[in-house]
């Protein structure tokens, strides 16, 4: 009988702490067993193994990332609604290095995946940026390429160590944003004479909510 109180979500929580101690690349069921304190054949009676179980925790950080995006991008728009999304995103890469690593490492496979769903919400945020912008539809689809190249890129590379001083990593971190406000501003067909305030966010530390 499997034991009273563990379930598949249990279990994947379970190996969401894991990850983000050990990195992606060091989960392994054994592991997640010692830490629900039970053996790892257990675990099979919840999850199919350990591609289901990273796939699992996958869903689990995208859908934290959705939930994180919407709290922060929320009542802003244009420079800041993408300064929120860009800290947002950042923010849980750093606390949530394994889960975040697991995003990029499983695909979803149809419309009905939960990890497809949960993908849908983080891309609809990354719309909602797009719109405030006022981009026009046939350039929404290489926007939202380049939004995903940075929010996910710039995260996935940070942690490698390329980009030396905290004062670099923040400053290039800034200049990105600048320069993809400057660019969405310049497609054709967005509406100018719109000018967004100077936030602080523009100088705020990845640790700080925006």
Do not use: C
């Amino acid at each position: 009988m499997p034991r009273a109180g563990l379930d598949a979500a249990t279990v994947t929580r379970a190996a969401a702490e894991v990850v983000d101690e050990v990195g992606y690349a060091g989960l392994t069921m054994g592991l997640v067993a010692d830490r629900l304190g039970v053996r790892a054949p257990s675990l099979y009676k919840h999850v199919a193994g350990q591609a289901d179980l990273s796939r699992r925790i996958a869903v689990l950080a995208v859908t934290e990332i959705g939930d994180a995006l919407r709290d922060a991008m929320q009542g802003e728009a244009e420079r800041q609604a993408l300064e929120a999304a860009a800290h947002a995103t950042r923010r849980y890469a750093r606390e949530f290095p394994g889960r975040f690593a697991a995003t990029l490492h499983n695909t979803a496979t149809g419309p009905e995946d939960p990890l497809h769903l949960a993908w849908a919400r983080v891309v609809e945020s990354h719309l909602a940026i797009l719109r405030g912008y006022g981009v026009g539809e046939k350039d929404t689809r290489h926007a939202l390429q380049m939004l995903r190249s940075f929010l996910d890129g710039f995260s996935l590379i940070e942690p490698a160590g390329e980009m030396h001083t905290e004062d670099e990593i923040d400053a290039g971190f800034r200049w990105l944003i600048a320069f993809i406000d400057r660019g969405l501003r310049e497609l054709p067909g967005v509406r100018r004479g719109t000018r967004s305030r100077t936030a602080s966010t523009s100088t705020s530390t990845p640790g700080s909510k925006r």
